[in-house]
């Protein structure tokens, strides 16, 4: 009877949650990774106050990446 106590609970609680927040981090790994090299790329790009059309070529094709990376997640789940 001294395992069932409130304490164990709560700590048995708080490691299922921090499993499962392990598990959804690295399955949406690539998809941040992504991001960040979008929000990286548009930093560059207005660095110096507008976008020229090599800049908006390249930010776009940084934007096809995160959708590959979003519908590749979508094709490994199932």
């Known amino acids: 009877m001294e395992w069932f106590s409130w304490s164990n609970l709560f700590y048995l609680v708080g490691l299922i ?3 499962s ?3 959804v981090a690295t399955k949406y790994r690539n998809i941040v990774k992504e991001i960040k090299d979008v929000a990286s790329e548009l930093q560059e790009a207005y660095e110096d106050g507008h976008l ?21 997640l979508k094709w490994k789940i199932f």
């Open 21 to 23: 927040a392990t598990l």
């Open 17 to 19: 949650i921090a499993g």
């Open 52 to 72: 020229s059309k090599e800049e908006k070529e390249q930010v776009m094709k940084e934007v096809l990446d995160v959708l590959k990376a979003v519908i590749n």
